[in-house]
């Protein structure tokens, strides 16, 4: 559908409350765009007197902040509905401070204030907004010591001010102390006094991580109230760029505790990394293509990452042309309710639609099943067991779960993984290996078919609750990790565990056989406190061995990808050359450096490396940060180089960050690619893939070649779950 562009001037433009609406500001030319996003985009081209000059910092109470551009001199709220503008006198800086802001109650409220922060000094510049007295003031308030008295610690700093439940809550921020401060703001009479009082501990994230190079860099937090609620929203990066992980907590104000969100349902969150003020913002939505996301922008306005909050996946996406070409330099959404009975209207749709609700129930033995409700029972139940079991012989991957799901009756007689259904699937997924995404809150691990893009489901077994994390993945086998616990070795398709030894912290790992073989060594890498290599032989060692490396002060921060070739370890260093340990069965620390620098590739953005070894040759591939460039180089043994490569012939290469696997093509069509653990949004559990032919992104529709979609991975999601590339083995 085209997009409708509108041009209006003055005032804000007749918005429909059927979506949600966002802002881009020119703030050079004055102009705003107000725009959708999803299928139905719409823009409006504006020229909004309140707004020229002006920045959107903020909304509260259906009131947007606004300062104006680029001093942050004056100060200012905007009623969108209303187009009522409230001026604040000029704040005077002694310095230029980065500010963020809150609005603790609606301007018409006698004990209303807008307040400031900063993180370049401890103060609060407050302005009481009481439309009783003649004139606004601003007062700069030091909360050094009181901060310094509850924290116990200096350089702590108050962020992301919000509101909720009538109360102003921020964050600190400082390398020893997290917590969430309850801002408390008692008027008394002309005077406004405010103090700082403990409220909650920052919810944790999961920094369990492996391995270590897909660990956050960092976590950027944002503390956001809506009425009675109160959300923290972390946001990890795996390096100064690129979004690895979100997470999404809500208080429990009972129990005083975080409670991690695993559902947004009709709401969204919109957070602005892409200017020099970052903001969250936050919305109950009626349109439903965006509803159940934390949209983040970023890449100065140029790329848009949506977070799904149930299914734990991230896509991205470009932002409209309009958008685009626009020049915007800063960006917001609208929180304020646009028609009184948008709410009620739909609520009306979520009664008149049907819906399947599934929900767990315990059944005999204390076996957990699924079914649906309502009073009506399904013919499946009149049919003999034994012709249930019959029919699901017939039965493989989602339909066999599906079917499960269906009563307790169907449940017991067809047990998750049964010798039949794990026969048939042997069968099925010969030709490639398959996207294992790990979820450890349901133990569930998800099997996707690259070519058919069916799924599989398997249950984790209950030795394996808790968070564990993926090492690496080859021969059928999952090397996995839980911090402060066990590593194991983990078959999902057997259900085969081998417990290894307690280990030191390792950043990286690989291993030359199944668990299985008497020839199985495991070999890690650490650089903490000092470089060393561990190995451990699963069939004869009760312990782990190791050896110090000593580079003479001129070793690599880490090593990438490990993969043994015959008894060598082959090993991507930080600079993006390769560095090989020679025969690892000897009891002795030859190491040698195969080649030394990254190879000359024609990425523009920060490039992303994975290793695989193909027969005798290392291969690396080179892919951009939006997958606009994929390029494969082989290693020079005699050059100790990197030489650029064309194509892979009959081979085709898996990529993930915790395995990247070189195989033989079972099949004509999937020869020459490279297959990223990535869906296409809109297609359901399409694997996306990057023909070395055509130079461009294709998925399969049953062995079947489709289209290509795009030059790069725009329109794809990636599992934020633990995932990687595995070998079904049956043994």
């Not at 976590?219 to 760029?241: H, P, Q, W």
């Not at 996406?317 to 028609?339: F, G, I």
């Not at 056989?513 to 650490?526: K, L, R």
Request: proline content about 5%.
């Amino acid at each position: 559908m085209e997009p409708r562009q509108i041009s209006c001037d003055q005032k804000l433009p007749s918005l429909s409350a059927s979506h949600q609406w966002f802002i881009a500001q020119i703030l050079e030319s004055h102009t705003q765009i107000f725009y959708t996003l999803g299928n139905q985009q719409n823009y409006y081209h504006c020229r909004i007197n309140e707004l020229r000059g002006r920045r959107i910092r903020a909304c509260f109470h259906g009131w947007v902040v606004l300062s104006n551009h680029p001093d942050t001199v004056l100060w200012s709220l905007w009623n969108p509905l209303t187009s009522k503008l409230i001026r604040l006198p000029p704040l005077i800086h002694k310095a230029k401070h980065s500010h963020e802001c809150c609005l603790s109650a609606p301007p018409d409220d006698q004990g209303s204030v807008l307040l400031l922060t900063t993180i370049e000094v401890p103060t609060i510049v407050f302005c009481r907004l009481d439309t009783t007295r003649k004139k606004f003031k601003w007062i700069e308030m030091s909360y050094a010591k009181q901060l310094q008295s509850i924290s116990g610690v200096d350089d702590c700093f108050l962020v992301t001010p919000t509101c909720c439940n009538g109360k102003v809550y921020a964050m600190t921020t400082g390398p020893y102390y997290c917590f969430v401060i309850h801002v408390d703001i008692v008027v008394e009479g002309k005077d406004v006094v405010i103090s700082l009082l403990p409220f909650v501990e920052i919810p944790d994230t999961s920094y369990n991580r492996c391995p270590s190079h897909n660990s956050f860099d960092t976590i950027r937090s944002f503390l956001k109230g809506s009425y009675m609620e109160l959300f923290c929203v972390a946001v990890c990066f795996n390096d100064e760029t690129r979004i690895g992980n979100v997470y999404l907590f809500k208080l429990d104000v009972t129990s005083m505790t975080w409670e991690e969100m695993v559902d947004l349902k009709d709401a969204i969150f919109f957070i602005e990394l892409a200017s020099d003020y970052s903001a969250c913002y936050y919305n109950s939505t009626v349109d439903s293509e965006l509803e159940g996301y934390v949209h983040i922008l970023g890449e100065s306005g140029k790329v848009m990452y949506s977070f799904h909050a149930k299914d734990k996946t991230m896509s991205i996406s470009s932002m409209p042309c309009t958008v685009l070409e626009s020049q915007a330099s800063a960006w917001a959404m609208l929180e304020c309710r646009l028609e009184v009975d948008h709410v009620e209207s739909k609520l009306e749709e979520k009664d008149n639609d049907t819906e399947l609700v599934v929900r767990p129930v315990k059944g005999d033995n204390n076996i957990e099943f699924d079914i649906t409700t309502g009073e009506s029972q399904s013919h499946l139940l009149n049919i003999p067991v034994h012709i249930l079991e019959t029919i699901m012989e017939l039965c493989v991957g989602i339909e066999y779960i599906r079917f499960r799901a269906t009563s307790k009756l169907c449940y017991l007689a067809t047990p998750l993984v049964n010798k039949t259904t794990l026969s048939r699937l042997q069968m099925y997924s010969l030709v490639s290996p398959w996207l294992a995404v790990l979820d450890n809150y349901q133990r569930i691990v998800t099997l996707i078919d690259p070519i058919r893009s069916d799924r599989y489901y398997i249950k984790v077994p209950q030795k394996l609750k808790g968070d564990y994390q993926i090492y690496c993945s080859k021969y059928g086998w999952l090397l996995m990790y839980q911090l402060c616990g066990p590593m194991v070795f983990f078959n999902p398709f057997s259900n085969d565990i081998r417990e290894l030894p307690r280990a030191p912290y390792l950043q990286t790992f690989c291993f030359s056989a199944p668990p299985t073989s008497a020839d199985c060594m495991v070999v890690g890498f650490t650089s903490y406190p000092k470089w060393h290599v561990f190995y451990h032989i699963v069939s004869r060692d009760s312990a782990w061995h190791n050896f110090r490396l000593d580079f003479g002060g001129d070793g690599p921060s880490s090593y990438y990808f490990p993969t043994f070739s015959g008894r060598d370890v082959y090993a991507l260093c930080e600079n993006k050359g390769l560095d090989v340990f020679i025969d690892m069965l000897k009891d002795d620390d030859s190491w040698e450096t195969f080649v030394d620098k990254a190879p000359k590739h024609s990425c523009r953005s920060p490039a992303q490396y994975f290793l695989s070894i193909c027969g005798q040759h290392q291969l690396l591939v080179v892919v951009g940060k939006f997958g606009e460039s994929v390029e494969v180089f082989k290693a020079n043994e005699y050059t100790e180089e990197w030489e650029k490569i064309n194509g892979l012939g009959k081979h085709m290469i898996f990529i993930s960050d915790t395995s990247c696997i070189c195989l033989d093509a079972k099949l004509p069509e999937m020869e020459n690619k490279i297959y990223f653990p990535r869906l296409l949004c809109n297609g359901g559990t399409k694997i996306v893939f990057y023909s070395l032919e055509t130079c461009r992104y294709h998925v399969f529709d049953d062995r079947n070649i489709q289209e290509s979609f795009g030059a790069d991975l725009f329109g794809t999601k990636l599992h934020c779950y633990p995932h990687t590339w595995i070998e079904p083995s049956w043994s």
